[in-house]
């Protein structure tokens, strides 16, 4: 049974530049949540798709937008990077309260 | 508003028992659970309590009381393996709340 699988690993952008990050959930998984990890801090809540629908959303602007297919897998769009956006970021998948976590991918802005 | 208070760093030798205090407060409630995260890897999850008491899984044992807004996470039998960050997280309207987290270091 395949765990939660995320692509690319890592990647490397410029300011203002715009990312498109990926992420397949566990299989019978209906739930999708992005995390944006710092240096020695927690991961942060992005936000939540559940039936394609954005369920709810973190503290992070407008610039952070996501979208979920039929499938279940989603996306994490980033747009107007910057240097702070420098981050792991993380897609967990759920059916109930516990969430399993990718791999992750790791951004670099410069 | 929502907080959670956990120590920053523990160290103890292989073989000890660590006990890593979580304390929270949020606005919702449904239960605390446990993740698990080695440098440069992806949180791993150890343990969800939903109601009061203690859940053993292996090594790893973890407790909750709702009661006293506080759990705690029992490492025994260290392995040089645990030497990682471990985070409480309270679910919380779908989504899981991270602090800072306590980097646990086994020494041999």
């Known amino acids: 049974d395949a765990g939660v699988t995320q692509s690319p690993t890592h990647l490397i952008k410029t300011r203002g530049q715009q990312v498109t990050l990926r992420c397949s959930p566990k299989s019978g998984h209906d739930t999708v949540s992005w995390y944006q990890q710092a240096l020695g801090q927690g991961p942060q809540f992005i936000f939540q798709y559940y039936e394609e629908e954005e369920r709810q959303r973190g503290n992070f602007p407008d610039r952070f937008s996501g979208h979920q297919f039929p499938n279940y897998s989603s996306e994490l769009n980033v747009n107007a990077l910057l240097l702070g956006d420098s981050a792991l970021y993380l897609c967990?998948?759920?059916?109930?309260?516990?969430?399993?976590f990718g791999p992750g991918t790791r951004l670099l802005v410069l | 508003g929502q907080s959670l208070e956990q120590p920053s760093e523990v160290t103890a030798v292989e073989g000890a028992i660590v006990q890593i205090n979580c304390t929270y407060q949020?606005?919702?409630?449904?239960?605390l659970s446990w993740y698990q995260q080695h440098d440069g890897g992806a949180p791993t999850f150890l343990s969800y309590?939903?109601?009061?008491g203690l859940e053993e899984t292996g090594r790893f044992s973890s407790f909750l009381s709702r009661s006293d807004s506080y759990g705690y996470l029992l490492l025994q039998e260290l392995q040089m393996k645990d030497s990682a960050s471990y985070f409480c997280a309270p679910p919380n309207d779908y989504k899981l709340s991270f602090g800072a987290g306590t980097t646990v270091t086994v020494r041999a």
């Open positions: 967990a998948s759920s059916l109930a309260e516990t969430q399993y």
């Open positions: 949020t606005s919702g409630f449904y239960g």
């Open positions: 309590n939903a109601l009061d």
